[in-house]
């Protein structure tokens, strides 16, 4: 096979896009969100894309990370393309869980194998990697931890400077992890929004680069790699379910915006997974919006969770969840954190699979969405493993 060296392609992107007022904006600038404070996205040039990416080109590149298909991704030059090893996780037949609930299909990808030991690995890549191609070497996030981590990692890989705010309550190995990595990491009493809030003051005060989700055009972009490799790992047939745990949300509106572009590529056809969004009953605050019939979400007072990723009790994406479970026919469901414990013990001892929390609500969900009809036994169902159990010893 002819080896396609796609390492001189360019992107398409030309240009970012408000996703409420509908208002573009200059890509090569240093935005973060649209003028009303709604969220960016990329757009790109598809016919321009098709020039070189198809079937063919796909198959014969050898490299497996989120820059695969560089031309729907947002970085122009190739020496900006970081990697630490990112993407192309593993999709593993759940055959025991399976079994026993009767599904016929079900699977989980395996985020854990990313370099960082969760999924942020892949948006915090394409964001500091496009910030640094625009200059930009100075970032703050506020974090749950995993994307503390991330963007630590990061940061390290491109010689930048990551300053980090995360709960005190933050668990103690991705603690550690973030400082070993060579981070400015601060930890702050009560929760991501109270992180947040002081790392929006601090970056504004000293000109960091904020890279909170969705609060920046490009961790989007690396978090819709996910669709874009499920698609491929499944000869280009969406399953029919996609469970995704949900925190800020930019993993399953990612993947909605990589299946539209997918789509209008000619590499998969106009056939949807269903959307399924799964939070903690004690912080839900999507859950709550989607069964009230409402376009946004209101503030979770009082959010507590084992599940620290899904401990976000606002999210400025909000109506981009909801409209992506609606327009999929997906639904939104809540669990609470006995039966995700026990979900992390099924899957350790039935599968071998080790996940946090986030990861393991998408299996604690299963039998209620079965009962409620949200998914049917012969229908092919994946999972999302967000993160790995190892980096939350305490959760166990």
């Not at 894309?49 to 031309?71: C, P, V």
């Not at 998408?362 to 092919?380: C, F, M, P, V, Y």
Request: glycine residues 8%; charged residues 25%; aromatic residues 8%.
């Amino acid at each position: 096979m002819t080896v396609f060296d796609y390492t001189n392609v360019s992107s398409s992107a030309f240009q970012l896009r408000c996703t409420a007022c509908g208002d573009v904006h200059n890509i090569q600038a240093k935005h973060r969100t649209c003028s009303c404070g709604k969220v960016l996205f990329v757009d790109y040039d598809l016919e321009k894309a098709k020039e070189t990416l198809d079937l063919g080109s796909i198959q014969s590149r050898h490299r497996y990370n989120i820059w695969r298909m560089a031309e729907i991704m947002p970085v122009f030059e190739e020496k900006h393309r970081y990697s630490l090893g990112e993407g192309w996780t593993p999709i593993v037949n759940l055959k025991n869980i399976g079994d026993k609930l009767d599904l016929q299909h079900l699977y989980i990808k395996d985020e854990s194998f990313n370099p960082t030991g969760s999924f942020k690995s892949r948006g915090l890549c394409a964001a500091v990697s496009r910030a640094v191609e625009l200059g930009i070497n100075e970032f703050v996030i506020p974090t749950a931890g995993n994307a503390g981590a991330a963007l630590a990692a990061y940061a390290a890989k491109t010689n930048s400077n990551a300053h980090i705010y995360m709960p005190e309550d933050t668990p103690p190995f991705i603690v550690t992890e973030i400082k070993a990595l060579g981070a400015d990491a601060h930890l702050v009493k009560g929760l991501i929004t109270d992180a947040g809030r002081i790392a929006k003051e601090q970056g504004a005060a000293n000109n960091w680069f904020d890279v909170s989700t969705l609060k920046e055009p490009y961790r989007a972009e690396g978090k819709k790699t996910m669709g874009l490799e499920l698609a491929e790992q499944f000869n280009w047939i969406l399953p029919d379910a996609i469970i995704y745990p949900t925190g800020g949300g930019t993993g399953i509106i990612g993947m909605w915006k990589a299946f539209d572009e997918l789509e209008e590529l000619g590499l998969i056809d106009g056939k949807r997974p269903k959307m399924i969004s799964i939070q903690s009953s004690t912080c839900a605050p999507i859950v709550r919006a989607f069964k009230e019939g409402k376009d946004y979400a209101e503030f979770w007072e009082n959010a507590e969770t084992i599940a620290a990723g899904l401990r976000v009790p606002s999210a400025i994406a909000d109506y981009l969840i909801l409209n992506t479970i609606r327009e999929s026919k997906g639904t939104a469901l809540a669990v609470d954190d006995l039966t995700i414990k026990i979900a992390m013990t099924q899957l350790a001892k039935e599968e071998g699979i080790m996940l946090s929390a986030e990861g393991a609500a998408t299996i604690a969900a299963l039998e209620l969405l079965l009962s409620n009809g949200d998914i049917q036994t012969d229908e092919k169902i994946v999972a999302f493993g967000t993160g790995s159990g190892l980096t939350t010893p305490e959760a166990w």
